[in-house]
């Protein structure tokens, strides 16, 4: 017994630096995009096991659509990109154009899609829920998927 407590010990120990190390990774990543797009507040993706899928297995999968907050205003990218986003003092978002946004947007996804190839690594490092990337780091939401 002494053998297997310890490697359940050791085990432990290697999740949470694996998960100190993820979350290092996406922050830093996260970083050069915060830089890039200065008036980027914050991006987020819900990501969880669904509870029914029509007699198919439940697997836990990412979902890449991004949600952001521009110049304060928040956009949902599966809806219409910056077209019409006023910010908290009723301003457009502040995109110099519609390629601007679209950039990000492809950015955004891309940056997830990479998080989609590491599925199960993801799924080891962060909860269910919505994760919320700002510039202060990495925190991960409720949220409700049905």
């Not at 999968?61 to 949600?67: E, M």
């Not at 997830?112 to 829920?129: Q, Y």
């Not at 510039?135 to 939401?141: A, C, H, I, L, W």
């Amino acid at each position: 017994m002494k053998k297997l407590d310890e490697m359940a010990a050791k085990v432990k120990a290697l999740k949470e630096e694996l998960k100190s190390q993820f979350e290092g990774a996406v922050k830093e990543a996260a970083d050069e995009i915060f830089e890039k797009y200065p008036k980027l507040e914050n991006f987020s993706w819900t990501q969880y096991t669904p509870h029914f899928n029509d007699g198919e297995p439940c697997e836990f999968s990412i979902h890449n659509d991004c949600d952001y907050t521009y110049n304060g205003v928040e956009i949902n990218s599966s809806a219409t990109s910056y077209k019409g986003g006023l910010n908290k003092e009723g301003k457009e978002a502040g995109f110099e154009s519609e390629k601007e946004a679209n950039d990000l947007e492809e950015v955004l996804s891309d940056f997830v899609s990479k998080l989609e190839e590491m599925e199960e690594t993801v799924r080891a490092c962060l909860d269910e829920g919505r994760v919320i990337v700002s510039r202060e780091g990495v925190e991960v939401e409720d949220y409700d998927h049905d």
